[in-house]
């Protein structure tokens, strides 16, 4: 069974800081890895998807890369805003379904 | 707006009480899945449907029942609710099981079984 881990559970980050949340999967034969973002009560927003023959993707301040290899991927938040303030989730699709982390809850202090 | 509907957003039911939560989406997804999310425990698949009259189960199916008579609706019915049972479920779909365009989810619904 895919295992997908998130370091750290939680971060505190002043504003304007650039920041990296981790995640790691047990098993690298996977479809795509997808990113998202819960905010408090919410539903999960896609962020960013990065299919398995991609290294990376970028939307705005956000940038994922994924390294299939060694099981792993990072995603980077440049200029960190109060409103990016969330838990951020990783899952990874071996083709069957999407397994998910716990998640990394992110801070942004004014 | 194109997506991913899920009703009710809130449930109190007593143990014991059957329900559905209903969850319908308009992209024509031919998968579509079942969580639940728990805290420290991440999201589980319960059930999952690869396409209308084709269903299977997930990770946690224990408890739930589901069907899948069109391609817009993904019922999931609870028998017998338990406390066990109180979380807060999710509905995704995708374009298919790989999922090539990813994920789309629904807004949840919280589920309080006393």
Known sequence: KQEVTQIPAALSVPEGENLVLNCSFTDSAIYNLQWFRQDPGKGLTSLLLIQSSQREQTSGRLNASLDKSSGRSTLYIAASQPGDSATYLCAVNPGNQFYFGTGTSLTVIP | ?114
């Open chain 2, 1 to 114: 707006n194109a997506g991913v509907t899920q009703t009710p957003k809130f449930q109190v039911l007593k143990t014991g009480q059957s329900m559905t939560l209903q969850c319908a989406q308009d992209m024509n997804h031919e998968y579509m899945s079942w969580y639940r999310q728990d805290p420290g425990m991440g999201l589980r698949l319960i059930h999952y449907s690869v396409g209308a009259g084709i269903t299977d189960q997930g990770e946690v199916p224990n408890g739930y029942n589901v069907s899948r008579s069109t391609t817009e609706d993904f019922p999931l019915r609870l028998l017998s609710a338990a406390p066990s049972q109180t979380s807060v479920y999710f509905c995704a779909s995708s374009y298919s099981q790989g999922a090539l365009g990813g994920y789309t989810f629904g807004s949840g619904t919280r589920l309080t079984v006393v």
